[in-house]
Structures are given as structure tokens and as C-alpha cells.
Nanobody, 128 residues
Framework: QVQLVESGGGSVQAGGSLTLSCVAS????????MGWFRQAPGKEREGVSC??????????YYADSVKGRFTISRDNAKNTVYLQLNSLKPEDTAMYYC???????????????????WGQGTQVTVSS
């Protein structure tokens, strides 16, 4: 079964850290650009970070609001993508989703419609 399963969310105080995991099954993450998106209540889903399948097709993407605080990575042996969240702020509170780009061996895209496989999401809540 082709799917993405996120975990690692939780409730933390401002300044805290979390590590989100996205375990893929049914395909290999190493040949796809993989992204993290988030959606807060009443707001549109926004791209947070994306890791291209290869540095040769583009750079790793971070939204301006998370640059220097979040880090995306991939473990091909575990077929898993991670998002390390540091120095969390209350405005980071949202449901976080992992997603796979529609095209194999493509670069990153900030457009959610360029992704055709989504996980169920993991909630991150940051209190002040």
C-alpha cells in the first residue's frame, strides 16, 4: 500500500523542539521530492519545507518563517523523511502534513497541488 504516515507531533512550550517523522511505504522516498506543509485553523495550507530528490535539481526549500529553525532530512535506509523543529513559536501551531511530489525525480514545489500523496497529519501545538 502506497502511503505516508506522520508522527512526532505534540504540545510544547515556546522555545521547545520536536522531531516529526514521515514513514513512507509502497514507494522509495529517495527518488521523490518530499515536502512538509502545515495548516492552522482558519488558514490555508502552506509549504514549510521541501527536500528535492537530488541536489542537482534544486535547493532544499524552507519558508521564510521557519528558516534557521526547522531542518528537513531524509533517511533512505528507513524510507523516512524528518522535520526537526527548533525554537518553536506559538505561530507554529498547526497540523503538519508530509507529502510526495507527483513527478518522480523532480525538484521542489511550494504548490500543494504539485503533490499527489499526503499523510494524515500530526498536530503541533506551541504554548507561550
Amino acid at each position: 500500500q502506497v502511503q505516508l504516515v506522520e508522527s512526532g507531533g505534540g504540545s510544547v512550550q515556546a522555545g521547545g523542539s520536536l522531531t516529526l517523522s514521515c514513514v513512507a511505504s509502497g514507494f522509495t522516498v529517495s527518488v521523490y521530492a518530499m515536502g512538509w506543509f502545515r495548516q492552522a485553523p482558519g488558514k490555508e495550507r502552506e509549504g514549510v519545507s521541501c527536500l528535492p530528490w537530488s541536489s542537482g535539481v534544486g535547493a532544499t526549500y524552507y519558508a521564510d518563517s521557519v528558516k534557521g529553525r526547522f531542518t528537513i532530512s531524509r533517511d533512505n535506509a528507513k524510507n523516512t523523511v524528518y522535520l526537526q523543529l527548533n525554537s518553536l513559536k506559538p505561530e507554529d501551531t498547526a497540523m503538519y502534513y508530509c507529502a510526495r511530489r507527483s513527478s518522480i525525480r523532480a525538484g521542489c514545489s511550494g504548490n500543494q497541488y504539485s503533490y499527489n500523496l499526503w499523510g494524515q497529519g500530526t498536530q503541533v501545538t506551541v504554548s507561550s
